[in-house]
Structures are given as structure tokens and as C-alpha cells.
């Protein structure tokens, strides 16, 4: 369907707003990490710093920053590597499935991710208490597989439920057992699946902070989202080493999210089957 | 090599009955081919075969062994999908090579037997493609291609040319049927097309209504339809069917009668082949009507004579086209003749 010429006009009007709109945060947080210390609440406020500067980061990037980088970076990869390994063997059950118990199974799952974190942080602080698991990087993990796991389930359900099953059926046919046609047919094909539910995860649990907060004490377990809690002291917030460090925190976020993106739009399965 | 019994195979979805009890036997090394409108049951007696639904009721038996419980990749067939069932991801060469990557056969022969496979369905030079960039009767001959370059105990192949073009059909089909052959591999065939049924087969099986309703030889079904909806499925243009009477050893039309070998029923179905009527003089005809269409179609001319309500074909010489509205007189052969019960549809027994 073709809109008409103010239709359009309007639409694209409306979705610049809503651009701006979500941005003009993540600008500020460039524009305040680019400012000499006296600037950022310089009164008339400037959207640009007049003189930017890096001396924000060369400070933000201190030996912590950088450990707080490899704890992320260790318990990112590890739940990202676990929940979308678990959530695939879970979701292709899922969507292979003829039993209406084990469908219904599947409601249970999508009713794990109704839970607001802060209501179950309690519950498993107190067994990663009694397991002795305070403090490392285990507790972290097998906390934010346990909340991004429903989800990713609930998304890789989606992408297997709509490869068609005729693919797998003539594998069978053609002699291949259960664990190749899992290989060799439905991962290729549920790659855009894959990816965009690794991505989700690693968001996730990259930008953690309640869990993180709450299961690590000590500095050298930190991640960085607890990590840029130390620029906020008790008499004042260094806001520009604190932004310095927040885009520093997203840029992977970014990069990856950038490069992975056109696995996001499906149509892998083009010229399968007829129709 | 195998020979392959169905014994009161059925099967339902939910309470939509797809297939009634079919009882078969395939002897080792037919070409069966399994022929029905669309929407009887075809595709599903074929998965079921194939190990890929459940039956509701009866046995599968392949070689005398009973294989409802057998997973799909043990019963050692090949299949060709009515959808094609093509892996996107992997090139055509790849895709017909597949069955041979897990049965472990590597390099240069799998190479040459891919080759071989692809330049059987003329797509040699195809083999670095992906199923995306072919086109849709491309895409149905790969699928051909990869049933082909098995060695199984049975093919089955679901409308494996309904996508072809009308040449490449008739040389696929020539083809299939050599290859069959050659290979004697007992083959079951989906098709709803009559002439490719009529063409491949050893044996036709007609499925209609979740039933099977004549299982015979090309010739056998071609000569003798066991119901009307065999009759009026089976040859081009099918047989004519005119309704009417029986008295008295005569079938009786408001247009005419004619003389036939049946009891009396009130209400009866002739059926009449198009190339079994002669023009007549109207005078000493069977059937009396009027020329609606006359259309020459290369070898012969194809007339439709109106009789009361009825159109009939009638099969005449390529220069015995007649005006239309002319009076025209029809003579049946004798002994061609086929004759319906009017309430049941069925050709009622041959009394001795
Ligand atoms: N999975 C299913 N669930 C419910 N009904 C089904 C299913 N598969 C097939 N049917 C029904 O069973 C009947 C037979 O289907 P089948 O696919 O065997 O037909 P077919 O003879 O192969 O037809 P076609 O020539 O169109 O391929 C159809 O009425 C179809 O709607
Ligand atoms: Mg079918």
C-alpha cells in the first residue's frame, strides 16, 4: 500500500521525533564525557562542550576499569555461550513437541519471565549463600542464565516453530539421525535466531547492576556497571569520568550490535520448499 | 528391492478420516503409481510409507516385515517431496550429495555420483547454486536428483514433475521410467496428472473420498473404469457419461436409444469413449443431437455433440469438422460400451 505524500511526510516526521527522542540522552552522556571538569554545569548549559577534551578518559581508564572490563567480559560470553546453548536444545523440544504436556510446559516458561528481578534476587542470594558461591564469577552466571533464559527460549521458539519440517523430514529420510539433523539442518538454518538471541542476552547481562551489586563484595569481582558506581561518591558525582566511562561501557554494546545486525532480518530459508 | 503390503492402512486427523482402511500389495519391482483429485489421501498413504505419520490403524510391510515402529532413516527409502524439502543453506551439489556425506562416501565418488545425479535432470551446471537463485521446476528436478543417487529398497516420489514444463516433462517422465528399469527398484508414484499415471505405470491404484477405487493396469482401468468417477477421471477428454434408462435390454435418452447388455434399471449412466462413437445418419443413429463446438486438434478433430442436457466428445477424422447447429447422428461401437448403475455410480457386476 502506498500512503499518500503528507502521510509520509508525517510519518517520517514522527519517527525523527522519536529518534531524537531516545538519543538526546546518549548524546548528553558524549557531550558531558568530552567536558573539561568546570564545564558540565555551566550555566547558560551548552550542548557541546566549547574546548572538548579526552582528559575524562585517560582518568576514567584506570587499572580497575580495565579488570571490571574482563569480569564482564568473562560473565558476559560465559551466560551468553550457556543460556543460548540450554535455550536452543529447550526451544527446538519446544517446538518439535506433539505432547500437550510438554507444550504446556512451554507456558510455564514464558510465565518464569513475568518475575521482576527484584522479587527473586533475595531467594537466590540466600542459595548462592548457602552454596558458597557469593562473590564469584558462578553466582553471577548462573543468575543471569536463569533470567535470560525464559526469554531466550520464548525467542528461539519463535524462529524454530517457522522453519518448515519438511527440511528435517527429508534429512530423515536421507539417512540423517536426530543429533545431525540438529546440526547440520536446524542450527544453520535458525542462525538469525541464534544471533539475535545472543545479542539479547549479552545486553542484558552486560548492563546488569541489582545482581551484580548484590553478589560481588569484593573490588576484583566487580562488574562494570557496578564499577562506574565509583565515580558517585558520598559529597559529590564525577560526572565527567563517569560518562567517559559509560561510553566506554556501551561502545562494545554497540559495535556488536552494529556488526550482527543484518542477521536480524530472517529469510534464510528462501527456496525450501515450494510455496 | 523390496515388495511393500498395506494391510487396512488408515489414517485420521482429529476426526477428519484423510485415508480408510487401504488394503495393497506391491510386488518387488513395480512402478505403482498412485492417482486421485486433489486432497485423497495420496500424499498422506506416501508419509505414512515413509515412516513420517503415524497410521491411525493397520500395518506397514516392507519384504514381509511389519515397520510401523521403524524410524523414517531406517527403512532405507528414498523420497521425493511434493514440496521439494530442499536445505537453503547448502548448494544444490550439496544438496543432492547429502544422502552420501552420511553414509560416510567422501571425495571422488560422491563427487562423480553427484555429477552423475545432476546431469541425469539436466542441472550439471548447476551444482554451485543455492535453491534460492533456481527456479521452481529447478528446485523440483534437485529434489528428483537426490532421490536419484540413492541405491534404495524403495522410491517414493510425491508429483516429483507436476512443476515442469510440458517438454521437460515428457522427457523426465521417458526417463523415469528407463531409469525404473534399469534399476528395478519397486517405485510408488503420487500424481494427479491421468496421462503420466496412464504412461509410468505397471499398476494404476485410483484413490478418491480416503478410498481406493480401482486398482489395475493402465490398459485394465483404461477399458474397463469400475465407477463413474473412474470413467470421468481417465482419458483425454474422459468418457463421455449420458444419463438415462434401462428397458428391455435398451438404454433409452430422450435423444435415442441403444442396445446393451444389462438388466433393467430405471435409473442407468452410459458411458461412451469419445474415439468409440461414429457419426451416423440421423436417420438410422443410436443418439440424436446437435453439433455445440467443433475444434481441430492436430491429429484429430474433437466435436461436442449436445444430446438433451448432455455434452458429448466425439473423436472424428482431422478433416471431419462439422457447422455447429448441424443435426448429427451417433453410432456406438459395439461392445464398447459401459454401463453404470444411475444411483450408486458403480458398473454393476458381469452377469454369467
Ligand atoms: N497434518 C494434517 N492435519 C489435518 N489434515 C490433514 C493433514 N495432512 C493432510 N490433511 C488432510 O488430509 C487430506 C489428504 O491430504 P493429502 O495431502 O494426502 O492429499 P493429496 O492427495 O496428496 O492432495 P494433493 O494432490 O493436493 O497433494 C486432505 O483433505 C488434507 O486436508
Ligand atoms: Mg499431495
Redesign the interface.
Known amino acids: 500500500m502506498r500512503r499518500s505524500l503528507p502521510a509520509r511526510f508525517g510519518l517520517a516526521l514522527l519517527q525523527m521525533a522519536v529518534a531524537a527522542f531516545v538519543l538526546i540522552p546518549f548524546f548528553w552522556m558524549l557531550s558531558v564525557s568530552l567536558k573539561p571538569t568546570t564545564e558540565p554545569f555551566a550555566i547558560p548549559a551548552r550542548l557541546w562542550p566549547e574546548a572538548p577534551t579526552l582528559a575524562n578518559y585517560v582518568t576514567a581508564f584506570r587499572p580497575e576499569f580495565r579488570d571490571y572490563f574482563l569480569n564482564s567480559v568473562v560473565v558476559s560470553l560465559s551466560t551468553v555461550a550457556i543460556t543460548v546453548t540450554l535455550g536452543l536444545l529447550a526451544a527446538y523440544a519446544f517446538s518439535r513437541a506433539r505432547l500437550l504436556v510438554i507444550t504446556g510446559l512451554m507456558s510455564l516458561v514464558v510465565l518464569a519471565q513475568m518475575f521482576p528481578h527484584s522479587a527473586i534476587i533475595i531467594p537466590i542470594y540466600k542459595m548462592m549463600r548457602a552454596a558458597d558461591l557469593l562473590n564469584t564469577y558462578t553466582s553471577l552466571i548462573v543468575a543471569y542464565v536463569s533470567v535470560t533464559l525464559p526469554v531466550a527460549i520464548w525467542m528461539l521458539h519463535g524462529f524454530l516453530a517457522k522453519l518448515p519440517v519438511s527440511l528435517e523430514e527429508a534429512a530423515n529420510i536421507d539417512g540423517a539421525g536426530p543429533i545431525r539433523v540438529f546440526w547440520e539442518i536446524v542450527v544453520p538454518l535458525a542462525r538469525p535466531g541464534i544471533i539475535a538471541t545472543a545479542v539479547y542476552v549479552l545486553i542484558v547481562t552486560w548492563q546488569e547492576f541489582l545482581f551484580a551489586l548484590s553478589f560481588t563484595s569484593s573490588k576484583a569481582m566487580r562488574t562494570l556497571p557496578v564499577g562506574l558506581n565509583d565515580f558517585i561518591g558520598q559529597y559529590g558525582i564525577r560526572y565527567g569520568e563517569l560518562m567517559a566511562s559509560s561510553v566506554m561501557v556501551s561502545v562494545p554494546v554497540v559495535a556488536v550490535f552494529f556488526l550482527l545486525q543484518r542477521y536480524f532480518v530472517a529469510g534464510l530459508t528462501a527456496g525450501a520448499v515450494k510455496g | 528391492m523390496a515388495s511393500v503390503a498395506l494391510r487396512g492402512l488408515g489414517k485420521r486427523f482429529g476426526t477428519f478420516t484423510a485415508l480408510e482402511s487401504v488394503d495393497l500389495s506391491i510386488p518387488d519391482g513395480e512402478f505403482l503409481v498412485l492417482l486421485g483429485p486433489s486432497g485423497c489421501g495420496k500424499t498422506t498413504v506416501m508419509r505414512m510409507i515413509?515412516?513420517?505419520e503415524e497410521p491411525s490403524c493397520g500395518d506397514i510391510l516392507i519384504d514381509g516385515q511389519r515397520v510401523n515402529d521403524l524410524?523414517?532413516?531406517d527403512r532405507d527409502?528414498?523420497?521425493v517431496?511434493?514440496?521439494?524439502?530442499?536445505?537453503?543453506?547448502m548448494t544444490v551439489g550439496q544438496n543432492i550429495g547429502?544422502?552420501l556425506k552420511?553414509?560416510r562416501i567422501k571425495g571422488e565418488e560422491r563427487q562423480r555420483r553427484v555429477q552423475e545425479a545432476a546431469d541425469k535432470v539436466e542441472l550439471g551446471h548447476l551444482l554451485a547454486r543455492?535453491?534460492?537463485?533456481?527456479s521452481?521446476g529447478q528446485?523440483q528436478r534437485v529434489a528428483l536428483a537426490?532421490a536419484l543417487i540413492?541405491t534404495p529398497r524403495l522410491f517414493l516420489m510425491d508429483e516429483p514433475l507436476s512443476?515442469l514444463d510440458a517438454k521437460l516433462r515428457t522427457v523426465m517422465r521417458a526417463q523415469l521410467k528407463h531409469l525404473q528399469r534399469e534399476l528395478a527398484t519397486t517405485t510408488i508414484y503420487v500424481t494427479h496428472d491421468q496421462v503420466e499415471a496412464m504412461t509410468l505405470a505397471d499398476r494404476i491404484v485410483i484413490l478418491n473420498d480416503a478410498r481406493i477405487q480401482q486398482i489395475g493396469t493402465p490398459a485394465e482401468i483404461y477399458a474397463r473404469p469400475a465407477n463413474v468417477f473412474i470413467a470421468g477421471f481417465i482419458g483425454s477428454p474422459p468418457m463421455n457419461l449420458i444419463e438415462g434408462r434401462i428397458e428391455n435390454g435398451r438404454f433409452v435418452h430422450a435423444a435415442g436409444a441403444v442396445g446393451v447388455t444389462a438388466a433393467d434399471r430405471a435409473r442407468a449412466v452410459l458411458g461412451l469413449r469419445p474415439e468409440d462413437i461414429a457419426l451416423a445418419d440421423p436417420a438410422d443413429a443410436d443418439l440424436v443431437g446437435e453439433v455445440y463446438a467443433s475444434e481441430l486438434i492436430g491429429d484429430h478433430t474433437l466435436l461436442s455433440i449436445r444430446i438433451g442436457q448432455t455434452l458429448v466428445a466425439v473423436k472424428v477424422a482431422p478433416d471431419g469438422g462439422l457447422p455447429i447447429g448441424t443435426k448429427a447422428g451417433l453410432k456406438a461401437s459395439t461392445g464398447k460400451l459401459h454401463v453404470f448403475d444411475g444411483e450408486s455410480g458403480e458398473r454393476p457386476p458381469v452377469r454369467q
Open positions: 515413509a515412516g513420517l524410524a523414517a532413516r527409502l528414498a523420497m517431496f511434493q514440496n521439494y524439502a530442499l536445505y537453503p543453506h547429502y544422502p552420511i553414509k543455492k535453491p534460492a537463485e533456481l521452481g528446485r537426490r540413492r512443476n
